[in-house]
């Protein structure tokens, strides 16, 4: 029972060290050479845009939101992109320059080095890192996503480096694995949405029971998307996130909404709301709120939530939908008191 128990703990200890090794190698295949495949790489990461010819999975945002204040979306659901992943990292030549000096330190023991000696190069059931089928497919290992270290959920992905044969489908015991559905979910990881800054009409400060209209226009808000590909295997998947409505919260409960539900929805043309015009100081806006208390010498933090419908599409004619997001900001609004004339 001991030595089962010892072997356990070396057993953990050497996935966690994977682990740790391969957050740092998430989204981009570096360019030293120990875990790069035979594939040449040549990396653009001036920019947005990130090309590279190799295993990991990566990245194009090129078609993201952009600017300081654009954010990730938040799910509607209590569903979030994998936290880890599996994809193809190592020829056999560069699976034995990665674990051999690994083996040479014996810091995960000599019973867990020996067992993994026997795994992958005396026959239990690989022999020198299977090169005799170096042509036939990739060794696969796992990486933590980006932002997601430390999550519990990470460690889910405790698989040891496995062999797949190229188009074959990876073991089911590592659900995390690469497919178009799972970069879908990795690019919704990296999709970024612009600041929602509503215009307001009075535009700073308004008046108690003065309808205030609200409003995004067309040109600001337009689909945005991400495009996560595995080079080795030609599989992508895009996540495209569209604008759908926007949610106002006045910031107090003593204010009303219009509509009452405080949801605006899409206008044919792309906008959210109408701007405000000329000769409709009372008009009930169509997005808006109205305030029925003055903020007093401090504001109301008025924030405006824009929800995202997210789709993907991918290789193999994949595609489907995925969770709402939602993504906000808040905004002071001054109310004042009407000021009545005495005569």
């Not at 990396?43 to 654009?70: E, I, L, P």
């Not at 030549?93 to 795994?119: F, H, V």
């Not at 991918?314 to 009545?340: C, K, N, R, Y």
Request: with cysteine; charged share 20%; hydrophobic share 35%.
């Amino acid at each position: 029972m001991k030595a089962k128990r010892a072997l356990g703990v070396l057993a953990l200890a050497a996935a966690l060290v994977t682990l740790n090794a391969s957050s740092a190698w998430a989204g981009i295949t570096p360019g030293d050479g120990s875990r790069e495949t035979d594939t040449d790489v040549a990396a653009d990461t001036s920019g947005d845009k990130v090309a590279v010819g190799a295993g990991a999975v990566v990245f194009d945002r090129s078609k993201n939101g952009s600017g300081q204040s654009a954010g990730p979306v938040a799910s509607t659901t209590t569903w979030t992109p994998p936290a880890c992943y599996y994809s193809p990292t190592y020829t056999p030549g560069k699976l034995k320059a990665y674990l051999e000096p690994i083996w040479a330190q014996e810091s995960t023991g000599y019973e867990w080095d020996a067992k993994q000696r026997d795994y992958y190069v005396n026959g239990q059931p690989y022999k020198d890192f299977n090169k005799e089928n170096a042509d036939k497919g990739y060794w696969w290992d796992s990486y933590v996503t980006p932002g997601r270290e430390g999550d519990p959920a990470s460690l889910k992905c405790d698989k040891s480096i496995f062999w797949v044969d190229k188009g074959d489908d990876p073991p089911a015991d590592a659900p995390q694995a690469v497919t178009p559905r799972v970069l879908a979910e990795l690019a919704y990881a990296e999709i970024r949405v612009p600041p929602t800054t509503v215009k307001l009409a009075p535009a700073g400060t308004t008046k108690v029971n003065l309808p205030t209209w609200t409003w995004l226009d067309a040109a600001k808000f337009k689909p945005v998307s991400v495009t996560a590909r595995v080079p080795l295997l030609g599989t992508y998947a895009t996540a495209t996130a569209e604008p759908v409505s926007l949610k106002v919260d006045p910031g107090t409960d003593d204010a009303i909404t219009y509509p009452a539900s405080g949801e605006c929805q899409l206008n044919a043309d792309g906008s959210i709301g109408e701007p405000y015009a000329r000769g409709k100081p009372n008009e009930a806006p169509p997005c808006g709120v109205k305030y029925l208390h003055s903020s007093g010498d401090g504001t109301y933090p008025l924030k405006a939530t824009v929800t995202w419908k997210i789709k993907w599409t991918g290789s193999g004619g994949a595609g489907g939908d995925l969770p709402d997001g939602t993504f906000g900001a808040t905004q002071d609004v001054v109310v004042q008191e009407i000021q009545a004339v005495n005569r």
